[in-house]
């Protein structure tokens, strides 16, 4: 299985993303979106505002869907999802001031993202996905209840190990990706093999990769 593995460039060129296919277009148009960007190199916290932005494109959330649907109308339904889409964080920062401007970029005809401050996890149900950065609770173990059906996303080490779905990990100029596929199916969402098979999947307790 592969990974996704972005560099941080510091040269005047934009950032090269190691991907394929799909991921590597919806990366470089979206950092492109953000202001200025196009003519200089992007910084860490763009790239992953750039993986938030895209992860909607591979998620479906099953609880949010009726039962019984064609593959149609579950694509029909992942579509619909990722255009009302709501992102959600708790403390804003770099990566989160990133993503409101990428979500105000790419305000186009029936695109309808929007972007909620939490006080607290009490109302995570109105979220479809919550970033929490490296200055929340690294120690605190994250359990949501599995109707919410919330993609979780960090960048604090440890992250997927203590119940979120999706860590980023800098690994030296690079920023990498980590799925834990069983509390993503916990929370019941179905995340595309197209990503699964860029990213490195978490197996608890050696964090192994994962052949398909």
């Given at each position: 299985?592969?990974?996704?593995?972005?560099?941080?460039?510091?040269?005047?060129?934009?950032?090269?993303?190691?991907?394929?296919?799909m991921m590597f277009k919806l990366l470089i148009g979206?950092?492109?979106?953000?202001?200025?960007?196009?003519?200089?190199?992007?910084?860490?916290?763009?790239?992953?505002?750039?993986?938030?932005?895209?992860?909607?494109?591979?998620?479906?959330?099953?609880?949010?869907?009726?039962?019984?649907?064609?593959?149609?109308?579950?694509?029909?339904?992942?579509?619909?999802?990722?255009?009302?889409?709501?992102?959600?964080?708790?403390?804003?920062?770099?990566?989160?001031?990133?993503?409101?401007?990428?979500?105000?970029?790419?305000?186009?005809?029936?695109?309808?993202?929007?972007?909620?401050?939490?006080?607290?996890?009490?109302?995570?149900?109105?979220?479809?996905?919550?970033?929490?950065?490296?200055?929340?609770?690294?120690?605190?173990?994250?359990?949501?209840?599995?109707?919410?059906?919330?993609?979780?996303?960090?960048?604090?080490?440890?992250?997927?190990?203590?119940?979120?779905?999706?860590?980023?990990?800098?690994?030296?100029?690079?920023?990498?990706?980590?799925?834990?596929?069983?509390?993503?199916?916990?929370?019941?969402?179905?995340?595309?093999?197209?990503?699964?098979?860029?990213?490195?999947?978490?197996?608890?307790?050696?964090?192994?990769?994962?052949?398909?």
């Amino acid at each position: 299985m592969g990974s996704i593995v972005v560099s941080i460039q510091r040269t005047k060129t934009p950032g090269f993303v190691n991907a394929s296919g799909m991921m590597f277009k919806l990366l470089i148009g979206l950092m492109i979106a953000i202001p200025e960007a196009s003519s200089r190199s992007y910084e860490e916290h763009e790239i992953k505002a750039a993986f938030l932005y895209s992860f909607a494109q591979f998620i479906t959330w099953e609880t949010r869907a009726t039962t019984g649907q064609t593959a149609a109308q579950t694509a029909a339904l992942t579509a619909a999802q990722t255009a009302a889409l709501t992102y959600c964080a708790v403390h804003e920062g770099p990566v989160v001031n990133a993503l409101k401007e990428l979500i105000a970029a790419k305000q186009t005809a029936g695109e309808t993202r929007r972007y909620t401050l939490l006080a607290d996890l009490s109302n995570i149900r109105q979220c479809h996905i919550l970033f929490l950065g490296a200055d929340n609770n690294k120690s605190e173990s994250l359990q949501l209840r599995p109707e919410e059906s919330v993609l979780t996303v960090g960048d604090s080490q440890g992250f997927v190990a203590n119940g979120g779905i999706i860590e980023f990990r800098r690994q030296g100029a690079r920023v990498q990706v980590h799925i834990n596929l069983a509390t993503a199916r916990a929370q019941r969402i179905q995340i595309s093999s197209k990503l699964l098979k860029l990213a490195t999947i978490y197996n608890a307790p050696d964090e192994a990769k994962i052949d398909d």
